[in-house]
């Protein structure tokens, strides 16, 4: 579990301010866009995601899994604006053991990502983003999706034994630390998502993993609360 910050010295305040355990201001917003079946729009720190998705439709014939499969193709397409930052490695990978694609046989969902600024947990904000936006396009799914970062204070050669763990990291310290990107799957603290790009010493692996997975719980509570006023507005609309 993590550390007690009851006694944390104000000395080790990150650059940002913030302290080990801490996220940044996270916000987040759904129904963004009309013509989509489901959108959203999510900042995390400075990390700022455009989620669109379309469908569930029928697939073309002939064309992709979908047109003859048992269950609906899900398809994720990532555009990274020439203005937002560093560019990152393209990675490929399937993202919907938690939907459930079963209900949609011979059809394809289509999840549509727009990256407008880059300030590090990149692939946690699209994550978060595409959970929302697929609530708001009615697909169903067994829970949220939730996602953030840890990190270590020390890098892989360091000797030193006092270090922390850090939560959802920015640009700068995702640079200069080794971090991995953890996902849940509701409140349970079931790991859906696990990716790590960089080396750190096997000792530091569970603090960092722990953190992430309470910085989870404090995503999907973030999340419930944007979904739950977007219910809450819809319904004062529909009866006013």
């Known amino acids: 579990m993590p550390l007690d910050t009851s006694t944390y010295s104000l000395a080790l305040l990150r650059l940002d301010g913030r302290r ?8 987040a917003s759904i129904s963004t866009q009309a013509s989509a079946d489901g959108s959203s729009y999510l900042e995390m ?19 992709g899994a979908g047109s003859g499969s048992s269950s609906a193709e899900v398809k994720v397409d990532i555009g990274i604006a020439g203005f937002s930052g560093v560019e990152r490695k393209k990675r490929g990978g ?10 949609y046989p011979h059809s394809t969902i ?14 946690a904000a699209c994550l978060n983003a595409a959970t929302l936006a697929l609530i708001d396009a009615g697909i169903p799914m067994s829970d949220y999706i939730v996602a953030c970062t840890s990190g270590s204070t020390s890098s892989y050669t360091g000797d030193s034994e006092s270090v922390d763990p850090l939560l959802d990291l920015n640009g700068m310290e995702e640079q200069e630390l080794p971090f991995l990107t953890v996902g849940t799957l509701g409140a349970a603290e079931k790991v859906s998502v696990l990716v790590m790009e ?4 096997m000792e530091r692996l569970e603090s960092m993993l722990a953190v992430g997975v309470d910085g989870c719980k404090q995503v999907r509570e973030i999340l ?10 819809i319904l004062e609309n529909a009866i006013s």
């Not at 720190?45 to 064309?63: L, M, S």
């Not at 419930?224 to 507005?233: A, I, Y």
């Open 20 to 27: 080990w355990n801490e996220l940044r201001r996270l916000s």
């Open 110 to 123: 289509s999840i549509s990502l727009h990256v407008l600024a880059q300030d590090g947990s990149l692939l």
């Open 94 to 103: 399937r993202g919907d053991n938690s939907l459930f694609t079963h209900l």
């Open 224 to 233: 419930d609360q944007v979904v739950r006023r977007q219910g809450k507005n």
């Open 45 to 63: 720190g400075n990390t700022k995601v455009v989620c669109t998705v379309a469908g569930p439709a029928e697939a073309a014939r002939g064309r």
């Open 198 to 201: 960089t080396r750190v010493r």
